[in-house]
């Protein structure tokens, strides 16, 4: 098994912590978007999306974060982070795709560029773009959490995948320059996470790819 990573991209920051959780260590493959490495010819032809991160695993090139995380649940289920149970899987998957869906895709390093090398929009503009949609997805996670969320982790005494989405989230964010103090209930869940063994494994700073 091979994963094709950046170690500051919060797709492939969602896939190395499920990865650890399940106690899968895949061969490293880093991808340099900073550079453009992913829209490499030979790596757009593995992955079409030309994006990070991409699994490999024997004959399944599989791209997405989700459904990377999916396909490794079925695969090796323990833990299971998208639960069975119908009510807590829905729960589960709302709170991810505040992230996954609303935050992450207008604050991705593609739209940034697009931002800034095509719109014209100056650095404080790109910032402040970056702030509203972290803000504005933010509230949603945090009135979620506040709503249907308990135990340490955002349901219940176990990560599931809303916890490998919001870790993520909340490290580039704070990255970012991010106000995070509106939102104690996730803050309290990203603080439990960071003093996990397999989302310390997982962060950016202890890939082999890091750049300060």
Known sequence: MQLYSFFNSSTSYRVRIALALKGLDPEYRPINIR????RAAD??????????????????????????IDYL???????????RDIERRARVLELSSVIACDIHPVN????????????GVSAEQKDAWYRHWVADGMRAVEGLLARHGH??????EAPT???????????????????????????AVYAHCDAQPA????????????IK
């Not at 550079?35 to 992913?38: A, C, D, I, K, N």
């Not at 757009?44 to 459904?67: F, I, K, T, W």
């Not at 649940?73 to 639960?83: K, N, Y």
């Not at 135990?151 to 219940?156: R, T």
Request: aromatic share 8%.
């Open 199 to 210: 989302f310390q494994r997982a962060a950016p700073a202890r890939q082999p790819d890091f």
């Open 35 to 38: 550079t453009l490495e992913h």
């Open 108 to 119: 991705n390093l593609r739209i940034l560029r697009y931002l800034t090398d095509v719109l």
């Open 161 to 187: 995948l809303a916890d490998v989405c919001l870790v993520p989230q909340i490290a580039n964010a704070q990255r970012m320059g991010c106000d995070m103090s509106a939102y104690p209930r996730a803050m």
């Open 151 to 156: 135990g340490p982790y955002c349901f219940g």
């Open 43 to 68: 790596y757009m032809d593995r992955n079409p999306s030309g994006s990070v991160p991409l699994l490999s695993d024997g004959e399944m090139d599989l791209g997405q974060s989700l459904a990377i």
């Open 73 to 83: 649940d079925s695969t090796h289920p323990e833990p299971l982070l998208i639960p």
